[in-house]
């Protein structure tokens, strides 16, 4: 059983940067792989990115590509999200999800565990 609680969410104008950090609970973290999701309003859940169990290997939606960067520290048993160049269509509630599998998959259904969300909002 993994739980996972997001933050670092928040407003930001066009073109600034965010890091989001997700915590996770449970002595396993170090073998699942962990995504991030978004869901703007009125749109489904979306992919952004995925590292695998190691931290070693990670996939980017071709929206992201280039500005979003995903991380992993096990030691500290949180994932990161770094945001920069934000642009108005960013703007969702972010979600940090857990696969047990330990894949960089990048479908919903594939994820075992998820957070409540985190808000972010980009505009002038």
């Known amino acids: 059983q993994v739980q996972l609680v997001e933050s670092g969410g928040g407003s930001v104008q066009p073109g600034g940067s965010l890091t989001l950090s997700c915590a996770a609970s449970?002595?396993?973290?170090?073998?699942?792989?962990m995504g991030w999701f978004r869901q703007p309003p009125g749109k489904e859940r979306e992919f952004v990115a995925a590292?695998?169990?190691?931290?070693?290997?990670?996939v980017y939606a071709d929206s992201v590509k280039g500005r979003f960067t995903i991380s992993r520290d096990n030691a500290k048993n949180t994932g990161y999200l770094q945001m920069n160049s934000l642009k108005p269509e960013d703007t969702a509630v972010y979600y940090c999800a857990a696969d047990n599998f330990g894949v960089e998959v990048t479908t919903v259904s594939e994820y075992d565990y998820w957070g409540q969300g985190t808000q972010v909002t980009v505009s002038s």
């Open positions: 590292v695998n169990w190691s931290g070693g290997r990670t």
């Open positions: 449970g002595r396993r973290f170090n073998s699942y792989a």
